[in-house]
C-alpha cells in the first residue's frame, strides 16, 4: 500500500490543512511525523497516493509558510519505508 505525507513544521498548520483535506473530499488523516523526515517533532497529513493531484493543489493554495514537503509511505509485508518526494 503507498500512501503520502504531507509533512509540516507546525501542528496548528497541519491541523488546519488536514480540515481543508477532509473539506475537499480527500480521506485524510493527522499522524506523528516520523523519525525519518528528520524535521523534529510535528505533524504530518497521511491521504491516498490516488488523491496527489488534490491534495498538492490544496496545499498550494493554503499558503502554509511551515509545510516541508511531500514523503512516499510503502508499506509492504508489514515493512514500511519512506522516501521524500
Known sequence: ????LA????RSQAVDCNS???RGGIPSNLINTP???G???GLSVKFP???ETR???????????????????????????FKWY
Open 39 to 41: 524535521v523534529g517533532c
Open 1 to 4: 500500500m503507498t500512501d503520502i
Open 49 to 51: 497516493q490516488n488523491m
Open 55 to 81: 491534495a498538492r493543489a490544496l496545499v498550494s493554495s493554503g499558503r502554509y509558510s511551515a509545510f516541508y514537503g511531500f514523503m512516499i509511505v510503502n508499506t509492504n509485508y508489514g515493512r514500511t519505508t
Open 20 to 22: 481543508r483535506f477532509r
Open 7 to 10: 509533512v509540516f513544521r507546525s
Open 35 to 37: 523519525k525519518e523526515a
